[in-house]
């Protein structure tokens, strides 16, 4: 009979010929479902950062953009009530962008989960 390369039991059970037990391949199997997981995690989180990031440049553009037309003779109202709307814009594309990027930075560096995405991974 031969021997667990990870344990060192006896066993019958062969993963692509190597002498495995069955403790140790569900170990496996859970570490590697583990491991998938994360990842997801992290994809999702790395594409919500970029979404924000991309939100954010183009509200920062918008904004430049009106800046760049004061000099122009806009009528004072609408000039003023156009700056006012890009920069709160620009605010909340600002805010946004920090939260993804905090949400990922605490995942990469502690593990944590945010709390949208947990009960979507638990179900597994």
Request: hydrophobic residues 35%; glycine residues 4%.
């Amino acid at each position: 009979m031969a021997k667990c390369v990870y344990c060192e039991s006896e066993t019958e059970l062969f993963d692509n010929g190597v002498p495995v037990c069955i403790k140790c391949s569900k170990r496996r199997e859970m570490t590697w479902k583990t491991m998938a997981t994360l990842q997801e995690i992290r994809n999702i989180l790395l594409h919500d950062t970029l979404e924000a990031t991309a939100r954010h440049n183009q509200a920062r553009e918008e904004f430049e953009a009106i800046m760049g037309q004061i000099p122009s003779g806009l009528p004072q109202t609408d000039g003023a009530h156009w700056i006012k709307n890009a920069s709160s814009s620009l605010s909340l594309a600002r805010k946004g962008m920090m939260e993804a990027h905090d949400r990922l930075d605490k995942f990469l560096e502690s593990g944590i989960v945010p709390e949208d995405l947990r009960s979507d991974f638990t179900r597994r």
